[in-house]
């Protein structure tokens, strides 16, 4: 069963760091892309970046571009979002989804469960 | 970036009923790779529908997907209880963007 497992909620003040992750399992992980999307409360899907486990291959939304940092470990298979300086306006739930052909990027078939992100002062 | 607008932002409906969901885009989504999804309160977004008109693992025939280069259209047929819920559309023909969401209520 594919599964994809997101780190639990965060609550942070400005200006911290945070790294959040996203386990797979029941699929071959490095062929896949993954890709994390942000979700604001009350608000709509964002695509915010995606990343190609087998090579590290990362591209980002330009909305995102140089706000977050994306990143793998294969051997783990887990993917990461990070920040190095949180803002309130980062507040927020974050998925990972894997899209569902092999080595492409399309429609996401499996999403985690989530990863809310509270920053506050 | 190719935008996503969708219509209305909120359809007002009845059990049993038909609900309608426009995605229209600001370029030509090549090959109609575009997808739908349906998301409740509290939950991820569920895959509906993908490449336009097929639909994913385990969703009912009540959801169907049509549409080519800008005008996309998902349709729920009789409506059931269950289906009330928030849509996105979704293009990957040219990078990836969602649509703002179209919120499907009891009316």
């Known amino acids: 069963e594919v599964q994809l497992v997101q780190s639990g909620a965060e609550v942070k003040k400005p200006g911290e760091s945070l790294k959040i992750s996203c386990k797979g399992s029941?699929?071959?992980?490095?062929?896949?892309?993954i890709a994390w999307v942000r979700q604001k409360p009350g608000k709509g899907l964002e695509w915010m970046g995606i990343i190609y486990v087998g090579d590290s291959e990362t591209r980002y939304s330009p909305s995102f571009q140089g706000q977050v940092t994306i990143s793998a470990d294969k051997s783990i298979s887990t993917a990461y979002l990070q920040w190095s300086s949180l803002k309130a306006s980062d507040t927020a739930m974050y998925y990972c989804a894997r899209p569902s052909r092999i080595g492409s990027i399309t429609d996401f078939d499996y999403w985690g469960q989530g990863t809310l992100v509270t920053v506050s002062s | 970036e190719i935008v996503l607008t969708q219509s209305p932002g909120t359809l007002s409906l009845s059990p049993g009923e038909r609900a309608t969901l426009s995605c229209r885009a600001s370029q030509s989504v090549s090959s109609s790779y575009l997808a739908w999804y349906q998301q409740k309160p509290g939950q991820a977004p569920r895959l509906l529908i993908y490449?336009?008109?097929s639909r994913a693992t385990g969703i009912p025939d009540r959801f169907s997907g049509s549409g080519s280069l800008t005008d996309f259209t998902l349709t729920i047929n009789r409506l059931e209880p269950e289906d009330f819920a928030v849509y996105y559309c979704q293009q990957y023909g040219s990078s990836l963007t969602f649509g703002g969401g179209t919120k499907v209520e009891i009316k």
């Open positions: 490449d336009a008109s």
């Open positions: 029941g699929y071959s992980f490095t062929k896949y892309w």
